[in-house]
């Protein structure tokens, strides 16, 4: 290696970039653009293009734009659970002072009476809740994949056939009553959505 290389400078002398960064700031810090829209400094780029003129979720072609029974089966399952359990909670707690009143219980025995009241029918409450959402789940379910469709039909359906499965063990008769409470709760449920989306609807027709 020759002394005339090692006493090259590392760097090179700086070129005159000026006019380029001259031209090229004033072009980028213009405030607007042919279309009079503010450009960004940084990307160069329109903000306009940006703009979200559509829904922010993408949905499969062909696909409803709401849960399905099987993504709503957990919720449901959850709030009958949740919802038994408060019910036969406060169903408990009341006997539970019914009847230590009457034995004239207190202190410590009382306290262990309200808890076996409020534990053992609430537990009770919840699980049967839980059953039947279980039940009516899964039927619901099955209908809407083998109909191809979700509609008032399978509701009815679905209730109807947890009526009578949940007491199908307790002989015919009250296999045919199971059925109809079924039948008639999911009726009512349905009259009761329709009448709302009716009600909705005629408000809208109303203000707009």
């Known amino acids: ?5 090692l006493n090259k400078p590392l760097l090179s002398p700086p070129q005159d970039f000026d006019e380029p960064k001259t031209n090229r700031s ?11 829209a503010p450009i960004s400094p940084y990307l160069n780029y329109d903000p306009r293009f940006l703009q ?12 409803t734009k709401q849960r399905g029974r ?3 089966a957990f919720s449901q399952i959850g709030t009958s659970v949740m919802a038994g359990a408060a019910i036969g909670g406060m169903a408990g707690f009341y006997n539970g002072l019914k ?17 076996n009241h409020v534990m053992k ?10 059953a039947l959402a279980v039940m009516y789940s899964a039927f619901g379910v099955l209908l809407q994949n083998l109909r191809g469709e979700d509609d008032e039909l399978n509701t009815i359906l679905a209730g109807t056939a947890t009526g009578l499965l949940y007491k ?11 059925g109809a409470v079924g039948l008639g709760i999911t009726s009512l449920y349905c009259l009761f959505q ?15």
């Open 1 to 5: 290696m020759n002394d005339d290389f």
């Open 26 to 36: 004033s072009s980028l810090s213009s405030p607007l653009t042919g279309f009079g």
């Open 52 to 63: 979200q003129v559509q829904p922010e979720f993408i949905f499969p072609e062909g696909a």
């Open 70 to 72: 099987f993504e709503l």
């Open 99 to 115: 009847t230590t009143k009457a034995l004239q219980q207190t202190g410590k025995l009382w306290r262990t009476q309200m808890l």
């Open 121 to 130: 029918q609430g537990s009770g409450t919840a699980n049967t809740l839980g």
């Open 168 to 178: 199908s063990t307790a002989g015919l008769r009250k296999c045919a009553v199971g």
């Open 194 to 208: 329709m009448g709302r989306s009716s009600g909705s609807s005629d408000s809208s027709m109303k203000f707009f």
